[in-house]
């Protein structure tokens, strides 16, 4: 008998593990760029600025949040029933990888294992000053060693590609939130400080993104906003471009159709195709010009759409009685689409 | 001054108890004193040292147990002593030969009483006992089962007395925990204390996955040639989860919960990316109750619909069988060594602690004149319920004893306390004697095989003679001494 497929619990598990660190590290960028951001005139506007691309305004407001910068760190670094916030998508992922334990090595599970105690006990100190951003590397750092544990003793089945599509899916989600902060934080400022502000923010942002230097070193001297864009959306090399997660994606549905026979992939495959197509019809300045804001939207919502394919075609069928155990990863997916 | 560590055994006294680490022990070959000689060596300060690292490494591992109190889930460590207990060749013979024997009296019972009932209507053991007992289950009568094993794995709780002498305490013939420990609890002295180790000749205990994997797969339905085996696990939220998946690691399966299982055409399949896929044995780590909501309890969650009856159709195979726990009650333990004697034509290898079946008029005048000597337990409860310990009662708990016991003699047993043997074990005044038991292993499929050691449990407090995890208990690693550790020995191997 041929060896056993993976269990749908445990593709689920491992697609939201995924998608939950590659939240962790993605909300750690946030916070720094909004940091470097950070206008000494109008504080909270760049903080609230976060809230906004998130769309947590309503839970904000809910939790009882006094409308100033370090409420906003809180809600996000320290508030554990916060679900958008990084202890609740840390949780999560720990949550995943318990019941993964069977699949994962050991030396992922331990590093899950510590990597979570310390992000749940992060003291409110950390918040304060220069601490913030060490706080920010430290937390990157956690999840980039998850990713280097992963790539050196992770066994590559099709648990692997699941887990591949998990990481690609949030994180190409997340470069859109990003690039989505100029949107938010420029739309109210005059046409003058727009024009002064911009470029030390898309450079900020790059950084944030880690991708200053690689920018530097394939844009034109004189670079434009549309080229940052065009460098965040379509570069073809740049690890946390939107295109470069499309089309791990593409490679990792693919794999689990050719080598695993997992017919399911189709629908997804072509999401895939349009979400590519989509990326690459316009020129950067028609599609700024229609509105970047509306045009990340609609890139948004053909990455739960995607998700929602993967799901139903994979995920869905191992728990029709007891539905009560999904919740997890059910109210990501409610997170996700309230975005 | 050079700072010396002080002396680990400096003040230990074992006063009237066996010591499991006295030096000379018959058949030794002198390890004991070579392994106190290294104890010495690595010194007080490093002993705690070294032992604090270990616990860290334990938690890191998330090698842990889950503590529920209303809201939080903890996750605690079963704290670990780094003195190991240690076990020579000729008495794990003894060791191995009685639970060896054991589970096959064992598992001969229960083949009985759901077929022939013969030892019943010889009047052995009082029938009231086994088909009035819960765990007996009337959907097993005339069931037959793969090489009549029933109980496929099995715990059996033992304890040393006073002369050294190994004792029964408990049979566990559901679905018993703790190997895990004791593989793990292995791996840890080879990583902090290999100095202690170093070239003492150990019996290894890595094999058990190997071992149950193919007990798994010689019980699976005839005629199937490639077994899928999974182990089904009640999920995260059980407080024995490590030890679920650490067994499917080390077995190579699946760890299932019972919603990724279904049964269609009376086959049990699992589901997976690519579709159903069929299972044959289930190791399954959810109590009897839970199995199948259509047969036992409607409300569980964690079993499958029409699991019973996939298994009954002999599509699928569940270890350990369902109705087992008939054979690990209170009740039937006493009789335990007549049970062996009925089935095997043998005296029991390992005597049961000296017990009193009130129901018999002996029993019951001997336990009425030692009352405050004596340990009176009711054969009906579990969990330490109704239980009046002799030296320890008031006069007037004495009396509602003695007035229990007159009422329905049928319903108590007795047994005198026990004095647990003791080890050195780490304490804050040094190395101190601890009470302990130990836990071997048997796994049956065609025959038995018994994991060397076992799960070596030990109260922390000093005095207590409770173990358990959640009463203060840790646990050791358990040494088994290969034959050529023992010099008297001879070339006997297992």
């Known amino acids: 008998m041929p060896a056993l497929p993976l269990l749908a619990r445990y593709a689920e598990g491992l697609f939201w593990m995924g998608r939950y660190l590659e939240r962790v590290e993605n909300l750690a960028r946030l916070i720094d760029v909004t940091q470097t951001f950070e206008m000494p005139a109008r504080p909270f506007e760049s903080w609230y600025s976060l809230i906004r691309i998130n769309a947590d305004e309503e839970r904000f407001a809910e939790r009882g949040y006094a409308r100033e910068s370090a409420a906003v760190k809180q809600f996000y670094l320290l508030d554990h029933d916060n679900p958008t916030g990084m202890p609740a998508a840390m949780e999560a992922a720990r949550t995943n990888a318990r019941t993964l334990r069977p699949v994962i090595s050991t030396e992922m599970w331990m590093q899950l294992n510590m990597l979570h105690r310390d992000l749940m006990h992060i003291p409110a100190t950390s918040l304060s000053g220069d601490h913030l951003s060490r706080l920010c590397s430290q937390i990157k750092m956690g999840v980039q060693s998850h990713t280097g544990i992963t790539e050196g003793t992770f066994f590559r089945d099709q648990g692997w590609l699941f887990y591949g599509l998990g990481r690609a899916i949030e994180r190409a989600d997340q470069t859109t939130r990003l690039l989505d902060i100029q949107y938010h934080l420029l739309m109210p400022a005059s046409a003058e400080e727009r024009r002064v502000a911009s470029l030390t923010q898309w450079g900020g942002m790059l950084r944030a993104a880690a991708g200053y230097h690689a920018f530097r070193r394939v844009s034109p001297a004189g670079y434009q906003p549309r080229d940052v864009v065009r460098f965040l959306l379509a570069d073809p090399c740049f690890p946390r471009s939107v295109l470069m997660c499309v089309s791990q994606m593409e490679w990792q549905l693919s794999q689990l159709r050719a080598t695993y026979g997992l017919r399911g992939t189709v629908p997804a495959l072509e999401r895939v195709e349009e979400l590519r197509a989509g990326l690459l019809a316009r020129s950067m300045d028609s599609l700024i010009e229609a509105g970047l804001h509306a045009f990340l939207d609609g890139v948004q919502r053909d990455l739960i759409l995607l998700a929602a394919e993967i799901g139903s075609a994979f995920f869905r069928d191992w728990r029709p009685l007891a539905q009560a155990e999904g919740q997890t990863q059910t109210q990501g997916t409610q997170t996700q689409s309230q975005a | ?494």
């Open chain 2, 1 to 494: 001054m050079t700072a010396t560590s002080p002396d680990p055994f400096a003040g230990y006294d074992c006063g009237p108890y066996f010591c499991e680490l006295t030096p000379g022990r018959e058949g030794d070959g002198g390890a004991i004193e070579r392994i106190r000689a290294r104890i010495r060596a690595i010194g007080l300060d490093q002993l705690r040292t070294r032992a604090d690292a270990a616990e860290t490494d334990l938690i890191n591992l998330g090698v842990t147990f889950t503590v529920y109190s209303q809201a939080t889930a903890i996750d605690r460590i079963l704290p670990f002593d780094c003195v190991p207990r240690v076990i020579t060749a000729p008495e794990w013979r003894t060791l191995e030969a009685g639970v060896t024997q054991r589970v096959t009296a064992i598992n001969a019972f229960l083949h009985d009483v759901y077929h022939e009932q013969r030892i019943l209507k010889d009047g052995i053991v009082p029938a009231e006992l086994v088909l009035g007992n819960a765990n007996y289950r009337p959907e097993m009568v005339g069931f037959p089962v793969r090489f009549g094993t029933y109980v496929h794995v099995c715990g059996i709780d033992i304890v040393r007395d006073e002369r050294g002498d190994f004792r029964v305490l408990e049979d566990n013939a559901r679905t018993p925990s703790g190997v895990s420990y004791v593989v793990e609890n292995r791996a840890l002295m080879f990583r902090a204390f290999p100095d202690m180790m170093n070239g003492i000749r150990l019996r290894p205990v890595d094999d058990y996955g190997r071992r149950l994997r193919a007990a798994m797969s010689e019980i699976a339905p005839e005629g199937v040639d490639d077994p899928q085996v999974v182990l089904l696990s009640p999920g995260i939220y059980n407080s024995a989860y490590f030890e679920h998946v650490f067994l499917a690691r080390e077995m190579g399966v699946p760890l299932v919960e019972g919603a990724d299982l279904f049964v269609e055409d009376e086959r049990v399949w699992v589901r997976t990316t690519g579709g159903p896929w069929p299972v044959h044995t289930i190791y399954r780590r959810i109590g009897d109750d839970f199995l199948d909501p259509t047969v036992f309890r409607p409300d569980s969650l964690l079993g499958v619909a029409g699991l019973i009856g996939a298994w009954r159709k002999g599509n699928v195979t569940l270890a350990n069988a369902v109705g087992t726990g008939v054979a690990d009650d209170k009740a039937i333990y006493a009789y335990m060594p007549r049970i062996i004697r009925y089935y095997l034509d043998e005296d029991a290898v390992l005597a049961n602690v000296e017990t009193h079946i009130c129901r018999e008029e002996e029993g019951l005048a001997y336990t009425l004149a030692n009352l405050e000597r004596l340990v009176v337990k009711p054969v009906g409860e579990s969990g330490g319920y109704g239980i009046t310990i002799g030296p320890r009662a008031t006069r007037a708990e004495l009396e509602a004893a003695r007035a229990a016991l007159l009422a329905d003699p049928a319903n108590w047993i007795s047994q005198p306390v026990v004095s647990l043997s003791v080890a050195p074990t780490l304490t804050d005044d040094g190395l101190r004697p601890r009470h302990l038991d130990l836990r071997p292993f048997a796994v049956t499929g065609r025959d038995t095989w018994v994991l060397p050691g076992g799960l070596t449990r030990v109260a922390l407090k000093a005095g207590s003679l409770i173990v358990n995890s959640s009463q203060g208990g840790g646990s050791k690693d358990t040494w088994v001494l290969e034959d050529d550790e023992s010099d008297g020995a001879s070339g006997w191997r297992g």
